[in-house]
Nanobody, 124 residues
Framework: VQLQASGGGVVQVGGSLGLSCAAS????????MGWFRQAPGKEREFVAG????????DYSNSAKGRFTIYRDNAKNTVYLQMHSLRPEDTAAYYC??????????????????WGQGTLVTVSS
């Protein structure tokens, strides 16, 4: 499956931003989807995950209560809506997919397919 992330940009502290990730090439609904992020000099970290049907989600502690992951299987797209953004949210954000992952959370090594990063900069 090919993934194309978009929606990054510059936003002020406390602002909101929505990311999209369009999938192609395989049956989208067969894949658990996730969002990860990587800040300069840091390891890639899990942000949010969603089950194949969209009924189950999981979030990192940092994202919980501020970010929402959802998907539209008819449009082959997964989204990440982010609110109350903080400077520490500044990172390249990546969408990821895996056909066999159990649950909705995984390490970066457990996701097989990756989109290119989209940069989110939260400015103060």
């Amino acid at each position: 499956v090919q993934l194309q992330a978009s929606g990054g940009g510059v936003v002020q502290v406390g602002g909101s931003l929505g990311l999209s990730c369009a999938a192609s090439g395989r049956t989208f609904s067969n894949y658990v989807m996730g969002w990860f992020r990587q800040a300069p000099g840091k390891e890639r970290e899990f942000v949010a995950g969603i089950s194949r049907g969209g009924g189950s989600t999981d979030y990192s502690n940092s994202a919980k209560g501020r970010f929402t992951i959802y998907r539209d299987n008819a449009k082959n797209t997964v989204y990440l809506q982010m609110h109350s953004l903080r400077p520490e949210d500044t990172a390249a954000y990546y969408c990821a997919a895996d056909r066999f992952l159990r649950g909705t959370r995984g390490s970066s090594s457990e996701f097989e397919y990756w989109g290119q990063g989209t940069l989110v900069t939260v400015s103060s």
